[in-house]
């Protein structure tokens, strides 16, 4: 347990208090209850004391003293004064000179309402200017992003979102520029602010200097209405708050989750609301005709055409049937979907994951298993897994803060360059599918990994890991993890993308798991099996709970070829994706802040989701409608309301127990309840075989990732994300393209085990000789394998 740290009394405005030593003033008369107005303050970044709002008195030797309250730590005996005539004084001077220069456009800004410059001046300003010249002016507003736009006339100069892009997010691209009465935020030339994390400067800014695209001149603070939430496009679970204004979500703000996402959102998880109000949602349940084209149907009719369609394939023998998703649903909807399956269905095939992520006995049973927050604490943190900036982007910045805040040591092991590399201790490049003679390397800490190794010996240890890439077997992940739960105090954070994949784990959406983490004694098909059986037709009919295989699935034209098999096929959707499409029967299914429930993120912390929108047309919630499908085919799966299922929940899954949606909406739970593992488990010791091709061989190896803007159906569906995403390209390293004869920007052919594709070619010296990397869901559906070959085309 990490020792209390001293306390020291001091008195502010003639009260005494007590803090921990070390704490800065603004936060410990904070704590006892008086405000400081402050503008360049932010309790997440370092204090610089430059808006000098903040001064109070302090009693010193020499008489009373103004200083800055942000930057001055507590001592013991400080006697403080916040309300005295000369800290008033002091206060509405400095916003007189805030205010020379500022436009007094507040009807017309986007900050109107919720602006701290526009709330300090009516509690502490000066009532008029004195200021009759002409104010400066700049041409007005200027994009310095596709989703952020600078309003020059408006900034204070508080540095706050200079100061968030190089301390938080080690993006530098806004800065000052020019000097005296000229100064001004700036990007740099022919340099937008393309960051993962822009929008958290909007958020903190303090006046309306940097606004959104997709907000502005949308509504006022007073017209909207707002729930807290979790963000449903990873797994780390950030805090949200939805707002929203006539039944249409309209931004995302991050929520100062301190064991999480301390306020902080990547831009997919803040702008990624446009999809619930695209209109290609599906509203209305479709089914297929005589003629083999989907047409709209009511719910009574799509019901009963899934149900005998369902029933028909049961008919044929036991386990005809499979399931596939859950992995973005809510741990109520994924419990019900379990149910359907197993209880309905009569079937054990049954999966979250479509072949990219781990061993779901890993997600939902590795210990000891790591929290972010414990990167708070950590002297190593290990990291063998997908690019965090990339899938992960909130805990890429907790580990970004671990080592260059915390003083932390950060070993990177990865195919090519990460975000993480510019502030890793060590970083260690393998070519794909040599990951295990790596990790013995590793493991032996000899020769030129000596001190990589001395520095993974130096505990607490943090391990996270999971596959860097779609071709990196999964049992090398559980062989990493049996490695670093070796280490010095070490706790492992097993890793992938999925939103609510752990959660879905924890509720049987698995064919080796059922509810509660419990071992399925008759484990069914993985999704590799479900898709082979399709194709076979050793299965008959499938379901599916907003999965996309015939994108998402790791062979994208294999998953199609066996929907096409399929012999009857029920899709449970927001939008008619490339699966969907292919299903005998669409029903359409309500959303992310249209239902209420609860999710699991990559910690096992469960937090509450909850509902603000209608959602569209006709759409129900998934468990609604897996219980009208199950009651029409004889059976019930007990799915009355969602909180009768989180009730059910936590009678059937022990680590569950007490977590109930009372106890995450209030107090302590609002910050989620992690839930406790089981005793003993661990992961596979046993690492598997080197399979990468000698280079004699085969010269290239293909390596594939996913970047944070793709060609997803949720991304494409919201028009700020959408036009992130970048063309596919083939990244090959120099050596290659000399030995090829390819040139930067020339085309090439790449042929894999699922596909080809013709891309121009990215010269990146990040990677090891002999490997091309190619983003996934890009375009470019090359398939799973490591084999790729590679020809100039003409």
């Keep these: 347990?990490?020792?209390?740290?001293?306390?020291?009394?001091?008195?502010?405005?003639?009260?005494?208090?007590?803090?921990?030593?070390?704490?800065?003033?603004?936060?410990?008369?904070k704590a006892a209850g008086v405000h400081i107005p402050h503008f360049c303050y932010h309790p997440r970044m370092k204090p610089v004391g430059m808006c000098r709002m903040c001064l109070v008195q302090v009693e010193g030797p020499r008489g009373m003293m103004l200083g800055t309250s942000c930057t001055m730590p507590v001592t013991e005996g400080m006697v403080v004064h916040t309300d005295t005539d000369t800290v008033a004084k002091a206060q509405e001077g400095v916003l007189e000179f805030l205010l020379l220069n500022h436009p007094l456009d507040c009807p017309v800004c986007d900050r109107g309402g919720e602006c701290p410059l526009q709330d300090q001046t009516m509690a502490a300003g000066p009532g008029e200017s004195r200021f009759v010249e002409e104010k400066r002016h700049y041409p007005k507003p200027i994009p310095i992003s596709d989703l952020v736009l600078l309003d020059r006339e408006r900034c204070i100069l508080c540095a706050r979102c200079t100061r968030f892009s190089d301390e938080i997010s080690g993006d530098p691209l806004i800065e000052f520029k020019d000097r005296g009465n000229a100064t001004q935020v700036n990007t740099f030339p022919d340099e937008p602010f393309a960051s993962y994390f822009s929008g958290n400067t909007v958020q903190?800014?303090?006046?309306?200097?940097?606004?959104?695209?997709?907000?502005?001149?949308?509504?006022?603070?007073?017209?909207?209405e707002a729930v807290e939430s979790t963000c449903p496009h990873c797994s780390v679970g950030c805090r949200i708050s939805v707002q929203a204004s006539r039944n249409e979500a309209l931004r995302f703000l991050g929520v100062d989750n301190g064991p999480v996402n301390q306020g902080w959102l990547c831009d997919k998880g803040r702008f990624g609301f446009e999809f619930l109000n695209s209109g290609d949602r599906l509203d209305t349940p479709l089914v297929r005709d005589e003629d083999g084209d989907l047409v709209e149907a009511s719910w009574a009719e799509a019901l009963d055409r899934a149900a005998a369609g369902l029933s028909a394939a049961?008919?044929?023998?036991?386990?005809?049937?499979?399931?596939?998703?859950?992995?973005?649903?809510?741990?109520e909807e994924a419990y019900a979907f379990g149910r359907f399956v197993r209880e309905t269905l009569g079937s054990n095939h049954l999966d979250a994951q479509l072949g990219d992520g781990l061993d779901p006995r890993v997600l939902a049973g590795i210990t000891p298993r790591a929290a972010i927050d414990d990167l708070e604490r950590a002297r190593t943190v290990l990291v063998w897994a997908p690019d965090l900036k990339e899938e992960l982007p909130v805990l890429y910045l907790r580990v970004r803060r671990a080592a260059t805040e915390l003083g932390a040591n950060l070993v990177v092991v990865h195919p090519r360059a990460t975000g993480l590399d510019p502030v890793?201790?060590?970083?260690?490049?393998?070519?794909?599918?040599?990951?295990?003679?790596?990790?013995?390397?590793?493991?032996?800490?000899?020769?030129?990994?000596?001190?990589?190794?001395?520095?993974?010996?130096?505990?607490?240890?943090?391990?996270?890991?999971?596959?860097?890439?779609?071709?990196?077997?999964?049992?090398?992940?559980?062989?990493?993890m049996?490695?670093?739960?070796?280490?010095?105090?070490?706790?492992?954070?097993?890793?992938?993308?999925?939103?609510?994949?752990?959660g879905a784990a924890d509720m049987g959406l698995a064919p080796t798991l059922l509810p509660g983490r419990v071992a399925n004694d008759a484990p069914g098909r993985d999704a590799a099996g479900i898709l082979e059986g399709?194709?076979?037709?050793?299965?008959?009919?499938?379901?599916?709970?907003?999965?996309?295989?015939?994108?998402?699935?790791?062979?994208?034209?294999?998953?199609?070829a066996a929907l096409d098999a399929a012999g009857f096929t029920v899709a449970i959707d927001l939008f008619l994706t490339p699966s969907a499409a292919k299903a005998?029967?669409?029903?359409?299914?309500?959303?992310?802040?249209?239902?209420?429930?609860?999710?699991?993120?990559?910690?096992?912390?469960?937090?509450?989701?909850?509902?603000?929108?209608?959602?569209?047309?006709?759409?129900?919630?998934?468990?609604?409608?897996?219980?009208?499908?199950?009651?029409?085919?004889?059976?019930?799966?007990?799915?009355?309301?969602?909180?009768?299922?989180a009730a059910e929940i936590a009678g059937t899954a022990p680590a569950y127990a007490g977590i109930t949606w009372e106890a995450l909406s209030w107090g302590a739970g609002r910050e989620g309840i992690v839930a406790p593992g089981p005793e003993g488990s661990q992961p596979l010791a046993v690492a598997p075989e080197d399979h990468a091709p000698p280079p004699a061989a085969r010269d290239l190896v293909l390596h594939q990732a996913r970047v944070l803007y793709d060609r997803g159906t949720l991304t494409q569906a919201g028009p700020s994300l959408a036009k992130l995403a970048k063309e596919p390209a083939a990244y090959v390293?120099?050596?290659?393209?000399?030995?090829?004869?390819?040139?930067?920007?020339?085309?090439?052919?790449?042929?894999?085990?699922?596909?080809?594709?013709?891309?121009?070619?990215v010269l990146d010296p990040s990677l090891v000789a002999g490997t091309v990397y190619v983003p996934l869901h890009l375009g470019a559906a090359l398939g799973a394998g490591l084999e790729i070959s590679m020809e100039a085309v003409t």
């Design 204 to 224: 903190i800014c303090p006046v309306g200097a940097l606004t959104a695209t997709p907000y502005r001149f949308r509504a006022r603070p007073w017209d909207l």
């Design 733 to 761: 390293h120099p050596e290659d393209a000399t030995r090829f004869g390819i040139k930067a920007g020339a085309a090439v052919r790449l042929t894999g085990s699922g596909g080809s594709a013709e891309l121009p070619v």
């Design 482 to 502: 049996a490695f670093a739960a070796g280490l010095p105090d070490a706790a492992v954070l097993p890793v992938t993308r999925r939103s609510n994949v752990y």
């Design 534 to 560: 399709l194709a076979s037709g050793d299965l008959g009919g499938l379901v599916l709970l907003g999965s996309d295989p015939a994108t998402d699935y790791v062979e994208p034209q294999q998953a199609a």
């Design 1 to 29: 347990m990490p020792s209390q740290p001293d306390l020291v009394t001091f008195t502010v405005d003639g009260k005494e208090a007590q803090v921990p030593a070390g704490t800065l003033l603004i936060e410990a008369v």
């Design 314 to 331: 049961a008919a044929e023998g036991p386990g005809r049937l499979a399931g596939l998703g859950g992995a973005r649903s809510t741990n």
């Design 424 to 480: 890793a201790t060590h970083t260690l490049r393998y070519r794909p599918g040599a990951g295990t003679e790596m990790l013995r390397r590793l493991a032996d800490g000899s020769g030129d990994l000596a001190a990589v190794r001395a520095a993974l010996d130096e505990g607490p240890v943090v391990a996270i890991i999971g596959r860097p890439g779609l071709g990196d077997d999964p049992r090398l992940a559980e062989a990493v």
């Design 584 to 645: 005998d029967v669409v029903l359409p299914a309500l959303g992310f802040a249209e239902t209420e429930g609860t999710v699991t993120n990559l910690e096992g912390r469960v937090q509450k989701v909850n509902r603000l929108l209608p959602g569209p047309g006709s759409a129900r919630p998934a468990h609604e409608i897996l219980e009208d499908l199950a009651r029409r085919m004889g059976g019930s799966i007990g799915a009355a309301s969602a909180e009768a299922l």
